[in-house]
């Protein structure tokens, strides 16, 4: 873990005590299984459903930007996507309007650190829509590789299954 993002991540925890009381947890991290290649202008949505066992407690968000042909990275700083996170079961957005990729990752050098842990439900599925503005050569498509940084959750007494490795 980087050094500058521990003591953020602790006290998202220190305020968050009651959604992690009685909880053993576990490092992991979320990635979408196929990343998406979305050409300029065009607007894409995929899932990711949590596991069934865990619910997932999201301390960061991360991307990384790539031009499909090119092969080359594009800093999220430069980007002019949007994006939109949904959970789709309670039918709650995470940001009241899809969110420019430069505001929430800047120049991507750190994770974009929620300010307080967004805990998300067993089998929940979060949907992603990203709309590329202008990212990459406009015959080609760019990649938006996402992150979910956090750990799983597990509650005390929930079974023998440990939570290490």
Known sequence: MNPTTAPQIAQA?????????NRFEMFYVYNPAAPPVIAQGATTTFTLTTQAEYDFAVYALAVSITDFT???VILPANSTALIQIQDTGAGANWFSNPVGLS???GSAQLPFN???IRI???????SFTITNGKDGTAAAGVTYFLSLIGSKLQTVG????????
């Open 13 to 21: 925890i220190r305020s968050s005590p009651r959604a992690l009381a």
């Open 70 to 72: 090119a092969g080359t």
């Open 103 to 105: 505001t929430l990752f």
């Open 114 to 116: 929620l300010p307080v």
């Open 120 to 126: 998300v439900a067993q089998t929940a599925t979060l």
């Open 158 to 165: 929930q079974g023998a299954r440990g939570l290490i490795g």
